[in-house]
């Protein structure tokens, strides 16, 4: 009787057991599973089902290789030989290819499954790092565009110096000459390309935040509709314009000429990536974000916002284009067609305004940028 009754016990207690790693395998956030040393899997939890998109009947009779970007199949060949070696394997990176095609970053930590002293598989643990990953993108993006504002903001100050001079002296000699002087003609375009100059100079300036702000209380509602009319005019008949604007926006704080180039520029970026014509619509509205809104954004911060959005229904950028249209001369445009300072100059203004700003596009799908502007009080 005392045996039986111990061994119902150890029964019980070995379910109790199998019945907590059950509920650890299914409810974990982490993709967990095993496989057999063909690699061939062996089990799969909910988690990954959802992350890679197969059902744990369709996992079954998948290996590895088969849910694993090609260029990490010999890395994980080689963990498996080092396994087997008992030589110890750290975590390693590698890319999932989910049922739908898509490319998931995934941390991945797996150990032997042996029995009696005989290896019979591995187990193990895979972390969907695309979060991360993109966090880490943009903190990159981040720097580099520092480093590139603060190299642009040192260069564009020397060579204003020596712009005052050459503006300056070619300006007097132009006004000493008589105007039947044939000389006073090509002294007048060199300051006339001195004035160009000096214009590029302003853009760099802005991109580097080393400009002078004169910053008011602004209601950005009010500058978008003083603007309307001349933005009609400015990207022509052939596209459409869309405007709506929040009567009861918050203010901000800015420098009312550096808000309405902000405005500018993106309406001209927003054209030209509409030759053909389409419709650009500006938005107006107040936003509340919180901490993780503003995550991917350093330096911002949760609170009360006011959203100025510009959306076009134009040609759209690539991922890689997307990273870089905020640096200076960067241009997709023909040679001679852009300067390539015009989003430079709504970065470095953004910045300076203690704003940010947010970009979403996709190859023929339009683009939408839209500036976070820090809420004040009236």
């Known amino acids: ?47 990954g089902e959802s992350v890679i998109g197969y059902s744990r009947a369709e ?15 010999t890395q994980i060949h080689d963990r498996l030989r080092d396994q087997l070696a008992g030589k110890a394997t750290p975590p390693f990176e590698a890319e999932f290819i989910a049922k739908d095609g898509r490319r998931i970053p995934m ?21 969907d790092v695309s979060e991360r990953k993109r966090l880490e993108g943009e903190l990159r993006q981040a720097q580099r565009m520092e480093a590139i504002g603060r190299l642009a903001g040192g260069i564009a100050h020397d060579f204003n110096n020596l712009l005052t001079v050459i503006n300056g002296y070619s300006t007097e000699l132009a006004e000493s000459l008589e105007p039947s002087d044939p000389r006073r003609e090509q002294v007048l375009e060199i300051c006339k390309a001195g004035a160009s100059a000096a214009k590029l100079t302003g853009q760099l300036l802005a991109f580097g935040r080393s400009q002078i702000l004169r910053p008011d209380v602004i209601d950005l509602t009010h500058v978008v509709r003083g603007l309307t009319e001349m933005l009609r ?54 936003v509340e974000l919180e901490a993780r809104d503003v995550a991917r954004h350093p330096g911002a911060h949760s609170g009360s916002y006011v959203r100025l959005a510009v959306t076009d229904t134009g040609v759209g950028m690539d991922l890689e284009t997307r990273s870089r249209i905020f640096e200076p001369f960067f241009t997709t445009k023909e040679q001679g067609k852009g300067t390539g300072l015009g989003l430079a100059t709504v970065y470095g203004i953004v910045k300076q305004s203690g704003a940010f700003i947010a970009v979403e596009t996709e190859v023929g799908g339009g683009s939408i940028f839209e500036v976070y502007f820090p809420a004040v009080d009236d």
């Open 59 to 73: 996992a079954l009779g998948l290996t590895v290789e088969q849910v694993v970007a090609t260029e990490y199949r």
């Open 107 to 127: 941390e991945v930590s797996s150990r032997l499954i042996s029995r009696a002293g005989q290896p019979e598989g591995i187990q193990g643990i895979a972390r």
């Open 1 to 47: 009787m005392k045996r039986d009754t111990e061994l119902s016990l150890a029964d019980e207690a070995l379910r109790a057991s199998e019945e907590r790693y059950r509920n650890l395998f299914e409810n974990a956030n982490d993709v967990v599973f095993t496989t057999d040393l063909q690699m061939r899997f062996t089990s799969l939890n909910l988690a």
């Open 233 to 286: 005019r400015l990207i022509g008949a052939h596209i459409e314009l869309i405007t709506r604007t929040a009567p009861d926006l918050h203010v901000i704080k800015g420098d009312p000429g550096q808000i309405e180039q902000v405005i500018m520029n993106l309406v001209v970026n927003a054209r030209d990536a509409m030759p053909g014509g389409g419709r650009l619509t500006i938005e107006t509205s107040n």
